[in-house]
């Protein structure tokens, strides 16, 4: 096979060479895209309006919902474009650009996620100490922590899809997958980035198992608290973030704990959207649709901007 090393571009899997189905396919994704950015925005405005929002749960979740943003606009506009535009092209600068931002958000949202869970650990089984532990500084330097964790994963990945050599340039995904970008590979550099994916899931595992740890506590904190009011009280203000975690745990396992062998090209579509796109567009709905607070401010914002309106 011929030499791309130095491509210009990458084609992309298209969905269908019907114009009328690539028109649905835009207006679907759209319709998606929307909604994921919308409900998310909406609790980012909610948490940042709402002085009775300013307290590190609600925090951390505004984090959540700018990289849940981050994580739907990587690949529904490029995608949507193609579609609409009829095109399969995707430059190589912005496909690496696309992989950076996939383990950027990821390993962000990822290192997000367990912070939420100290969170509810601290506030659930000391409570006593709960200020003084998670103080507005404590909570800067997390998120920022995750924030830079979440950069360091998005650089080494895209470094090290920028060492592979390629004998091909047409992607079997709608958007720069790294199974797929190494299914190109003509050289051995692709052990590098195999290295780098192996890395990422010992640290993810290590979150992961870090949030077990602490829910395990938060249980059997929640079971020594004499009144059954109580433990649901302290139960409710856990079960949207277990959900959440649940929700990419258990999409992230569908997607990758398969059989590769002869995955036709639809399924590997179908797999890319429960992980990549199902949980940003969900979580806002599992955290506001629970969430007397939320909705409160929410209602609030919307009487004050109807006043205005009038």
């Known amino acids: ?26 207006f679907v994704f759209l319709a998606v895209y929307l909604t994921a950015v919308t409900g998310n925005l ?23 919902a700018l990289m849940d943003i981050g994580m739907v606009s990587i690949m529904m506009p490029k995608a949507m474009s193609n579609s609409l535009l009829n095109t399969r092209s995707i430059s190589f600068s912005a496909c690496v650009a696309q992989v950076f931002f996939q383990f950027f958000l990821g390993g962000s949202d990822l290192a997000i ?46 470094g ?59 249980f059997a904190a929640v079971l020594r608290i004499p009144s059954v009011q109580g433990q649901k009280k302290a139960l409710s203000t ?4 277990l959900t959440v975690v649940s929700l990419l745990v258990f999409t992230c396992i569908f997607t990758y704990v398969r059989p590769r062998r002869h995955t036709a090209s639809d399924q590997n579509v179908l797999f890319a959207i429960i992980y990549a796109v199902l949980p940003p567009s969900l979580n806002p709905f599992i955290y506001g649709l629970r969430n007397k607070d939320i909705k409160a401010a929410l209602l609030k914002l919307f009487l ?5 309106q009038k």
Request: charged share 10%; proline share 2%.
């Open 42 to 64: 909406l609790i980012i405005i909610a948490v940042a309006f709402d002085h009775h929002l300013h307290t590190p749960m609600y925090f951390f979740l505004m984090n959540l």
């Open 238 to 241: 856990c079960i949207p973030h």
């Open 160 to 218: 090290g899809t920028l060492a592979i050599t390629f004998c091909s340039n047409m992607i079997d995904q709608f958007f720069c997958e790294v199974p797929q970008i190494l299914k190109l590979s003509c050289s051995d550099m692709y052990l590098v980035e195999v290295g780098i994916i192996m890395l990422s899931l010992f640290l993810g595992t290590g979150c992961f198992i870090f949030i077990i740890v602490s829910y395990m506590k938060i």
């Open 304 to 308: 004050i901007w109807s006043i205005f």
């Open 1 to 26: 096979m011929a030499n791309f090393t130095f491509t210009l571009e990458f084609l992309l899997l298209e969905f269908s060479d019907i114009r009328e189905l690539q028109i649905l396919h835009f």
């Open 113 to 158: 996620l367990t912070i939420m869970a100290h969170d509810r650990y601290v506030a659930i089984c000391n409570p006593l100490q709960y200020g003084t532990i998670m103080h507005r500084g404590a909570c800067l330097q997390m998120a920022a922590s995750a924030w830079i964790a979440g950069l360091l994963n998005g650089l080494l990945h895209s």
